[in-house]
């Protein structure tokens, strides 16, 4: 665009800010949303490329099928049937390694994620009474894999071993009745509960979408609060002033729907399409959506009146939400967070939101315990008439050198 | 440690540029000088880079601090009311994953507690639990755990079958010895062999040493990355110093000027954030140091390529913004990579952070030798050589978009 196209574009924008009709306005939101190719994939294909993209990236849901590399030092029947124990494990998937030395490697190199060393002597040393051991190795700097490995190859093992002792003691003479009794006496069930098979799609695909959908929310509307900046120095009178609520709230009528389709996109692809399990009503969490959506709006505000520099909105914004996936407590539990970790959550309103999505989906939540949870969204909505306020005081004072300079470069695009 | 000295001696070799013509040289540190000027002069850029990369250190780990999740609250239906049931809540109560907070009546009492967020699970006696272990029957305990959030499940778990396990051979030994068998011969035939299960590489299991060395790098990747696309995007359309040297001049000037800054900056994370996060250190600083160089590198060749895609300086940020989190992902340590599709793995090796944090991670985490890491370092020297040829090339293009519309004005 050269410079006198965007002056005659002001000077339209200028005629319909001063008739300021709110409709009119509304109308002038959708036109410069059609005119800015960024705005518009920011609201359609970039996230649906991005919630397909981050879903794929997860789907395979359940850990399966991860490489452990076994040596066999003892090769005997005993240390054949444990490895087969592991095979049988859908989880674990065996590779035997000649030697250890070449095992750690692989270890290293993280093409195995686990070891498990069965030493020399294994089967000898346990019909002659003496007590072997048998090593293994987890990879614990992958958190998420070492620690699934860890139990699952100690539950594998521990199975195959509870057979040999149960022949030995057959074979002593226990009736085979008693057999099951003496070895485990005490069992246990595990429930998952709220997630039945510990799938991770459903733990964490939601708040990796959620957090992709603040910042597109962010993005988008500190965006169109830049283009109001963009009038300012070209006109002799700053714009920016003139009818700066009316403007701020024909954003928010635009941009709310279109955002509420994004979530409503989410929510149907992953608990319909997808068919997750989910215990509460999902018209709720439209609800709760909604409420987020105008705390994200008020924060972009607020920075955006502070700043008022199209740079300098977008990176302040971008320091602020994008740590806010760390922050939801869903991979890490908010309670063993330091306190400064845990003020820092109040900030962010996916945080919020993630209470009330968890709440709705696993515990089916009650109108009335979302209702208080939406309660606690009042001081975003406070941010909205300070920041108007601070908008009036901070404009008129600074109506003309209002970041002139920069403007004016940045004007030539 | 003790060659470390020594090794950080001779990692950097005369840095000086003594040998280089006196001309040459001259304009080549005059332009970086003026590089220099602009990235600090320029706010948008110095926010991002000075500010971000301080800011990202202290917030990213933040809610990591405590490590380990501990002490879950755990909330017990006890319907036996027995010595043993109340010994193996004490059992529970112990182990340092569980915290034993109180017991109700019925499951459903329970589950009202876990719903409001005041236990994160809860542990089921059976009626009868006593009496039939006495009389050897088996017995099942139940118990939950809150699987939305996965750290809290596992812990809770890990504590409880430990628990379990530990009642079940205390019951197991009880019932040897009254059979009168020898109380070593009873402890032998419980555990007849040993199971010696420890992790390795994070040996504290802590969250930070598993989040931060990835994480880290990828902030590095990341803020360099805007850093470059916002200096560039905002020169394109504008007369300056850009147009007075050729295109390689510009791009080799630019990427030294911001391997100069980041330099400092990787020397904190790697160095200072490692050190206070209490990050595994492995491999020696001369090997990191020319680990991180075609990181850096390729990263900011990348960096100069994609800035002549943009001339809003707005962008830049967003567009990297959005990506972060995939490319986070892709990187494979918080997701195993044997899971994600292959398409998705295939495309993430064109971005210098992603076999950067894999090789770092092998290299200075688990102790992989310099040899098994070579491939991903030849690697990054490749996408530099790539995204150097681009870098130039769009530049190039940039400065005859510039010189044509200044004819078509005139």
Known sequence: MTFDAASQKADVDKAVVEDAGLLALLRREWAALWQDPWQLALISYIPLLGVLCLWWLFSAG????????????????????????????????????????????????????????????????????????????????????????????????????KQVAGIKQLASGTPKSQVEVNLTPVKSQATALF????????????????????????????????????????????????????????????????????????????????????????????????????????????????????????????????????????????????????????????????????????????????????????????????SLLLARRLFSQGAQPLNEPKNATEKAY | MANLTAQHQASFPNSSPKSAPQSAALSLWQLVLLELSAIVRDKAIAVTLFGGVLFYSILYPLPYQHQVPTEQQLIVVDLDHSSLSRRLIRHADASAKIEVIGQVGSISEAQTFIETGKAHGLLVIPEGFRRDL????????????DASYFLIYSAVAEGLVSAGLDAGKQVQMIGMLTQGKAAKQAQMSVNSIALNSVPAFNPSLGYTPYVVPGL???????????????????????????????????????MLAFLLIYIVFTSFYIGYCYHWYQVSVQASFGLVALWLLPFLLATAAAG??????????????????????????????VWPIALIPEPLVLASQWIPAVPAIMGMLELNQMGASWGSVLPKWLQLWALFGLFLGLAVLGVKRRAAAYVKALEQHS
């Open chain 1, 195 to 386: 997630n039945r098979n510990n799938n991770y799609i459903g733990f964490l695909v939601p708040p990796v979408l959620v957090a992709l959908w603040q910042l597109l929310a962010m993005l988008v509307m500190a965006n169109s609060l830049n283009r109001e900046l963009q009038f300012t120095s070209v006109n002799s009178i700053d714009s920016l002033t003139s009818h700066f609520i009316p403007k701020v709230l024909a954003k928010m009528l635009l941009f709310t729907p279109l955002f509420m389709l994004q979530g409503g996109f989410i929510l149907t692809w992953l608990y319909h399409y997808l068919a997750l399990p989910q215990a509460g009503n999902l018209t709720y969490l439209l609800l709760a959506q909604a409420f987020m959506l105008m705390a994200v709006w008020s924060l972009v505000l607020l920075v955006f009146v502070l700043m008022r520099d199209s740079a300098r909105v977008i990176s302040f914004c971008t320091a602020l939400f994008a740590p806010a996936f760390a922050f939801m407590g869903v991979t890490f539990p908010t309670h063993e967070m330091p306190q400064l970790a845990q003020w820092w959550r109040l900030i962010m309103p996916s945080s919020h939101y993630m209470e009330s999505h968890v709440g709705v989906v696993s515990y089916g939540e009650s109108a009335s315990s979302l209702a208080s949870q939406l309660i606690g969204y009042w001081p975003f909505f406070c941010l909205i008439p300070l």
């Open chain 1, 62 to 161: 359940l850990p399966r099928q991860l490489p452990v590399a076994i040596v066999d030092q003892d090769n005997s029947q005993l240390s054949r049937m444990l490895g087969r124990q592991l095979k049988a494990n859908p989880v674990t998937e065996p590779q035997s390694f000649s030697s250890l030395p070449a095992a750690v490697e692989a270890m290293q190199q993280a093409k195995v994620y686990a070891l498990v060393v069965f030493p020399k002597d294994l089967k000898h040393d346990l019909l002659r009474g003496q007590k072997p051991t048998i090593d293994v190795r987890y990879n614990s700097q992958f958190l998420l894999v070492g620690k699934l490995l860890s139990s699952q190859i100690q539950l594998s093992l521990a199975d195959g071993l």
């Open chain 2, 304 to 333: 100069v390529a994609m800035s002549s895609l943009f001339v809003r300086r707005d962008l830049p940020t967003q567009v990297l913004l959005l990506l972060s989190m995939p490319i986070l992902f892709v990187s494979g340590f």
């Open chain 2, 134 to 145: 006495m009389l050897g029957k088996g017995v099942t305990l139940s118990y939950g755990g």
């Open chain 2, 216 to 254: 880290f790098l990828l902030i590095l990747h990341q803020t360099l990355l805007i850093g470059t696309g916002i200096l560039g995007a905002g020169q394109w359309r504008q007369r300056g110093y850009w147009l007075d040297v050729s295109p390689l001049q510009l791009v080799c000037g630019r």
